[in-house]
């Protein structure tokens, strides 16, 4: 799965966070004496003595909380499903065949999932009625005799699946637990598609199959699925069959012949175009809604080249029968793996010039590695998430390295990096005493996971790396695993006993914190290093053990590398060196999991990013160079505007000092540089600073321009230098394209032009925008209704009945309560400004109004994250 919680982490400073601290239990009085006899008759043995008197247990010790695997009493063989949908109930009537053994010990009884069902038989597959108790959550069936590990047997089920109704629970990564969707299901709104779509992860399928619901358990699948002849099905495994009914309506038999988890089971229905692809004789398919039919390719874009690439990599070809990915309206998270037919919510659906600014080929590569690791060989506990979601996050950056180079692959690596740091709460990879499931997808699961493997790639080295892959994927496939499988893998290939390197990364919280110093004795001829790790031992393990590449650079270039290994708190290593080093780089290849403060000089960085190699080592060198006034540091900074790499230009743009010559160089970047995200900074920079060349920049940008996000720049600010063009270009943009980008930049500029007559723009787009540039959009709308003086009563029922949808987005929902929570803070301070009484009677009246909407709001709303943010309105 990829978690989308882009929603959370921008808002997250309107939250508090709370925190939890456990008690260390330590052992420092004496052990009490102990008198044990023992007499030994035979092949018995009696112990008695003083012990249990003598050893009180104290009342507030505990065990630890334990999240353990699930323990399989049947095992879940083959699950067949007939499915039919009430679009009007929203509801499922189904009939499950499942067939089981037990899994080792005898047993006459089953325990099947099934959460908030109305179960109307339930038999043997002879047609034996079998007695159950069942209390909305866990069918518990007698069978008609005891089965032996031996023997297989056959339920079958009949029942209604009713996953809207009852209480549906939901988390930052996965907003919503009701397992099936059905999306537009009465066809009213006619600008959205109907579908009906499924999550399953974590546990969340057993609310429309019964199934064995849990990580550990998997089973080979058959489902029918009968709809109207217009509406397209996809599911796991390959179409068998499709035949047409006399009523209208077709039913479609897919069918997967090799097992995987019951979270990973998936069903579509709905209007979608399909387009069809293949990679060595596999289907590949990709399912979006008809206007994006053209860019379907380029959506999904390199899926084939992807195959062969991780195939190879792996040394295991992928294992399905086919690969399909399929995108919904209003999906509950980012997208998810589910065996063969990947599910992405509708933000990766964009046209080939969105598709210019934010390619999708993270995502797109994340889900398609989640079928070795995730469906191919599957974590066993939720605990073991990671085993599953830190392949996933690395394959991104692999398929970087591997497509557009090392820098693209450190950039993403950056991100991830900062993206763990920032992370509130810090716990272990294998997080056994988790609060729920649901909190195992975080940025330790996915970010920490995926580093952490990238530190072990380095340290063992590429080759024995991926034969350990093979090695763990051939030896575990088709099974449930842990992290000690992973362990075991790569001792099994390299010799090496690393139960250290899983201790501390898997098993124990944080990561290391360094201070790095410097030092060379001209006597002596000997350059050292200083490490000291300052990470608080509360919270971390005290030492980490870390494997370091130290990188010694001379005056003329040449580079020794020297490997270490780091075992105390402080440490020191001692180098032999001719003259002064002009550099020594701690962690040359920029792999170590570690907050560090690096006491290199400013003539180390000047050196450092000329000739370190590494797109970190540069941009720790313009990082540090900031501000810095030297002539070696200012040609750094030019010469940064230049370099390779786009995150290093973009990032030396605003560090330029503000001068003619500057000016020159910059525009220069705003109208040719290669990447739209350099273009758009150069543009911002010349805005910012009142470049005399921007009207000129603009005219250029505009008559041949192409990414969006630029346009969008370009238009805010031709709003400063020429009102009347911008609102002009507004007006053609508005014609042209409905990207959030596009439409936040054209509701700025109609805002500021204050006509109300642009009001029900926004009104008739808001449906439209999504994401971060809601925020803007809804500000433009906010600050046009201000500023044009129109009656505010109907604005403020339609920010209302947004607010109060639940089938609108997070964002919009947000953004519209929002604004009725700025419009009546901005009235609430009118209110004491007016003099008349009327008039300050009629501004009373909208504040108790937008009161009445931001509470009736808040007491309909569902999501925790938005209940958590309206505590401030």
């Known amino acids: 799965m990829h978690k989308i919680q882009v929603f959370f982490s921008v808002l997250v400073l309107l939250l508090s966070v709370g925190c939890s601290t456990s008690k260390k239990i330590t052992s420092e009085a004496p052990m009490p004496e102990v008198t044990i006899t023992e007499e030994r008759l035979l092949d018995t043995m009696f112990v008695t003595g003083s012990i249990l008197d003598e050893i009180k247990v104290a009342e507030d010790y505990q065990l630890p909380s334990y999240e353990s695997t699930y323990s399989l009493k049947n095992d879940l063989v083959h699950t067949k499903l007939d499915l039919k949908f009430d679009w009007v109930k929203q509801q499922v009537n189904g009939k499950a065949e499942l067939t089981l053994k037990p899994y080792f010990y005898p047993t006459d009884k089953v325990a099947i ?33 005891s089965y032996t590990r031996k023997e297989k047997y056959t339920i079958a089920i009949d029942y209604t699946a009713k996953p809207t109704e009852g209480e549906i629970g939901g988390s930052a990564a996965i907003t919503s637990e009701q397992g099936l969707f059905f999306i537009n299901h009465d066809g009213s709104d006619k600008k959205k598609p109907m579908q009906i779509w499924t999550q399953g992860e974590t546990e969340w399928n057993s609310r429309w199959m019964p199934t064995i619901d849990h990580p550990n358990e998997r089973s080979t699948q058959e489902t029918y699925l009968t709809v109207q002849d217009r509406f397209k099905t996809l599911s796991n495994g390959t179409l068998v069959s499709s035949k047409k009914n006399t009523n209208g309506t077709r039913t479609d038999y897919w069918k997967m012949d090799l097992p995987h988890a019951p979270y990973l089971f998936m069903i579509t229905v709905g209007e979608f175009a399909k387009v069809s692809d293949s990679w060595e004789g596999i289907p590949v398919d990709y399912y979006v809604e008809e206007e994006y039919k053209p860019y379907a390719r380029q959506i999904f874009e390199h899926t084939p080249e992807m195959l062969t690439f991780f195939s190879d990599l792996l040394g295991v070809k992928y294992p399905w029968p086919k690969y399909s990915q399929i995108i919904v309206r209003d999906y509950v998270s980012g997208a998810m793996e589910n065996t063969s037919s990947v599910i992405f919510g509708d933000f990766i659906q964009k046209t080939d010039q969105e598709l210019i600014d934010d390619d999708n080929d993270y995502i797109v590569a ?279 790499f786009w995150f290093i230009r973009n990032q030396s743009i605003g560090q330029i000092p503000a001068d003619e010559e500057a000016f020159q160089l910059i525009a220069q970047l705003a109208e040719n540089d290669s990447h739209s995200k350099v273009r758009e900074g150069a543009l911002s920079y010349l805005i910012a600073n009142e470049a005399p060349q921007l009207g000129t920049v603009l005219e250029k940008i505009l008559e041949k321009e192409k990414s969006l996000s630029v346009i969008a720049t370009s238009l805010f600010a031709l709003q400063q230098v020429d009102p009347a063009a911008a609102l002009k270009k507004a007006e053609k943009y508005e014609k042209e394209s409905d990207s959030n980008s596009i439409l936040a930049a054209v509701g700025g500029v109609y805002a500021l032009n204050g006509n109300a007559e642009k009001l029900p723009f926004f009104e008739n787009n808001w449906g439209k925008i999504d994401g971060p540039p809601v925020m803007d959009f809804f500000g433009g709308y906010a600050y046009l209704l201000q500023s044009s003086g129109v009656e505010l009563a109907p604005s403020l029922s339609k920010l209302h009945g947004l607010g109060i949808d639940s089938s609108q987005s997070l964002w919009r929902r947000f953004a519209a309560t929002k604004t009725l929570n700025d419009l009546k803070m901005s009235l609430m301070q009118a209110v004491e400004q007016i003099e008349g009484v009327e008039a300050k009677a009629a501004a009373q009246a909208s504040v108790d109004q937008i009161n009445s909407y931001i509470q009736e709001i808040k007491e309909k709303e569902t999501d925790n994250q938005l209940k958590g943010l309206y505590g401030n309105f």
């Open 113 to 145: 999932d099934a959460k908030g069902f109305d179960i109307h038989k339930i038999t043997l597959s002879n047609g034996k009625v079998l007695k159950y108790e069942y209390d909305n959550e866990v069918i518990q069936i007698k069978l008609d005799k």
């Open 366 to 644: 994340h889900e398609l590695f989640h079928h070795w690791f995730g469906d191919y060989v599957t974590c066993e506990s939720w605990a073991n998430l990671t085993m599953n979601e830190g392949f996933a996050n690395y394959s991104e950056y692999l398929w970087f390295e591997h497509k557009d180079g090392r820098d693209r692959a450190d950039h993403h690596r950056i991100n991830e990096l900062n993206g763990y740091l920032s992370s509130s709460e810090m716990h272990p990879l294998i997080w056994f005493d988790n609060p729920g499931s649901e909190a195992m997808f975080d940025a330790h699961s996915y970010n920490k996971g995926g580093l952490v493997l990238h530190m072990l790639r380095n340290y063992v080295g590429d080759d024995a790396f991926f034969a350990s892959l093979n090695k763990y994927l051939v030896d575990n496939a088709y099974t449930a695993v842990e992290a000690h499988d992973l362990r075991l893998a790569f001792e099994a290939v390299t010799g090496e006993d690393l139960n250290w390197f899983f201790n501390q990364w898997y098993f124990s919280s944080g990561h290391p914190q360094l201070t790095i110093d410097y030092a060379y004795d001209e006597a002596t001829r000997k350059a050292s290093v200083t490490i000291e790790q300052t990470q608080d031992p509360e919270e971390n393990p005290a030492i980490f053990q870390l494997p370091i590449n130290i990188d010694i650079y001379t005056a003329t270039n040449q580079v020794t590398r020297k490997q270490v290994m780091m075992n105390l708190r402080k440490q020191t290593f001692v180098f032999d060196a001719v003259t002064k080093p002009a550099l020594i780089n701690v962690d040359g290849d920029k792999v170590l999991l570690a907050e560090r403060v690096d006491n290199k000089t400013t003539e180390n960085y000047i050196y450092q990013y000329h000739n370190a190699p590494n797109l970190m080592d540069r941009f720790e060198a313009i990082q540090a160079l900031r501000g810095v006034d030297s002539k070696e540091a200012k040609a750094v900074r030019k010469a940064s505007l230049k370099d390779n």
